[in-house]
């Protein structure tokens, strides 16, 4: 699949002809330009997390979460030595037995092909029986999807991924730029992205796709966006996919939003650390995950670092 820009007969025509086998992306209010996507596939539910189903080179099955807030694929240890992989660079010293970094050099996603995918291989079994990680074989970080689109409609529970972009494209309304910034001072470089607001005040936030809430606000940005007397709130909520285990604090709030589409339903609340929630040391505001993206569309560039967000309805498939 290409890359086509709306504006020529020739280019509509085309697009027409691969509808038939493909989805189109840009066909929306905000007028951006039209991305091909291969035929969609089946956006599943881990524990409240989304996966998809993968197909290795020899043919098994894997099921893999999407995990855009980290730089690391993972593999269970234990599939990737039944699969044949060996380790592809050194373990660092001080690795748990077990932990090494390897590779598969084909991995299908329904008919999506990603090649060379760097994995994490260690072992999930206790962390998947103490709840702290879904029932997954593994996880598919940002960085497996480089130079793609991938959009997870939450409504039609669809996954699409674009074949690699080589052009890049306008950005739009209902859209803002994503960058990668560490997680605190030493931390890996995740996804970042601008044009989220609560209560009209700009946040700058990463997104997580297996960060169960909505907006966690972090302790460095609490004052400037107006929400100490929120922050003061005894409520909590545990979450056990978010640093192996952790409560938030938790309180209701007016309005979150992105280039103003409302977020989070129509009772949205906003989190904020307690002790144990590792925090990015001022480098950014704010954490969105899940929670917010309720019946949106959501599609991350990996290509041009943008973000685009879209209410979803049951047609959009």
Known sequence: MKNFQMGSLAAGLASL??????????????????????????????????CVEARTVDGK????????????????????????????KPTPQGWPAGMFITSVPRLKIGDT???????????????????????????????????????????????????????GVDCGRICDTISLITFGKHGPPIVVANGFQINGK?????????????LLIYTASIEKLGLSMA?????????????SGVNMK????????????????????????????HEPDGLFDATVGLEEFQNMIVT???????????KGSPASK
Not at 69 to 83: F, P, R, T
Not at 300 to 310: A, G, N, S, V, Y
Request: glycine letters at 6%; proline letters at 5%; one cysteine or more.
């Open 17 to 50: 002809l691969l509808l038939a086998n493909s989805t189109a992306f840009g066909q929306y209010a905000n007028n951006e330009p039209m991305v091909i996507f291969a035929p969609d596939v089946p956006l599943l539910d881990c524990d409240r997390t989304p």
């Open 61 to 88: 099955t894997w099921k893999l979460g999407i995990d855009t807030g980290n730089v690391d694929a993972v593999i269970d240890s234990k599939l990737a030595e039944a699969g044949g992989l060996k380790p592809t």
């Open 113 to 167: 092909t990603l090649n060379d995918v760097q994995l994490l291989a260690m072992s999930l079994s206790d962390d998947i029986a103490k709840g702290t990680m879904p029932h997954v074989d593994g996880t598919l970080a940002y960085t497996a999807f480089k130079d793609r689109y991938l959009q997870l409609d939450f409504t039609a529970r669809t996954l699409r991924i674009s074949d690699v972009v080589t052009e």
């Open 202 to 214: 700009s946040v700058r936030a990463q997104v997580d796709t297996m960060y169960t809430g909505s």
């Open 231 to 243: 922050a003061k709130t005894m409520d909590t909520r545990r979450f056990l996919l978010t640093d």
């Open 250 to 277: 938790v309180a209701p709030t007016k309005r979150e939003s992105f280039h103003g589409l409302t977020l989070g339903g129509a009772n949205p609340k906003v989190y904020f650390p307690t002790e144990g929630v």
């Open 300 to 310: 991350l560039d990996f290509h041009d670092m943008k973000l685009f967000l879209q």
